[in-house]
């Protein structure tokens, strides 16, 4: 199940799925907002889906010096990113406890939950509290067998961000990291596996880094 608040953006990932013989349905979702999470969750009930595996990987960032953030763009990332996490992971907690089947739950936070860069204040806040959130829930839902994990992405090439790093400043940034390059999605595939899968089922409360070295770098 693909879920985001502009179900239009998917359309590509469930052509891909189907591609390759699987099976894929979409259904709006803003994280945000609670009535949101229980209408997409809802659809799963009504379907008579039972929810495995979950991954939290909605997130917006507001680059600004501390001292020019409001309240609003405090308030719009840390409820995404933050906020959108908690009510994601309890409705399907919910859900995984009634099935009494337990299932796995990954938040992607990020290297910037464990250590700060500038102009990114309320986006460290949101993902630092994403990895602390996910040590608390673990600890609450194992005994259903309901495991919760964070992966902590580094620097990641995507469409957004290719721009950036082909400048100047872009590239100083790569020249920081150990490996010398930027992550590729598919560099996230193994940990992803990992915790979603029973190949991680004694691991809950653990937070991954995929990073290229960058956590392990000189301030």
Not at 119 to 139: D, F, M, P, Q
Request: net charge negative; glycine share 10%; aromatic share 6%.
């Amino acid at each position: 199940m693909l879920a985001a608040r502009r179900v239009d953006a998917l359309e590509e990932q469930k052509a891909e799925i189907e591609a390759a013989g699987g099976r894929a349905d979409i259904v709006r979702l803003d994280v945000a907002d609670g009535g949101s999470v229980e209408a997409a969750f809802g659809s799963f009930d009504a379907a008579d889906l039972r929810i495995d595996i979950v991954v939290n990987n909605a997130g917006i960032s507001e680059a600004a010096p501390a001292l020019s953030v409001t309240a609003g763009d405090w308030d719009r990332v840390l409820d995404t990113n933050l906020k959108g996490v908690f009510l994601v992971a309890q409705a399907a907690a919910r859900r995984m406890q009634g099935d009494g089947r337990g299932g796995s739950i990954v938040n992607v936070a990020s290297i910037l939950g464990h250590r700060v860069a500038g102009n990114l204040a309320s986006y460290a806040a949101s993902k630092a509290g994403v990895v602390r959130l996910t040590e608390a829930l673990a600890l609450e839902w194992a005994r259903f067998g309901i495991r919760v994990n964070s992966l902590c992405p580094g620097y990641i090439e995507t469409d957004l961000n290719r721009e950036f790093f082909a400048s100047d400043a872009g590239k100083a940034l790569i020249r920081r990291i150990p490996q010398r390059r930027l992550g590729a999605p598919s560099d996230l595939d193994g940990a992803l596996l990992l915790l979603a899968s029973d190949a991680g089922r004694y691991m809950t409360g653990s937070s991954i880094t995929v990073d290229g070295g960058h956590l392990v770098s000189s301030l």
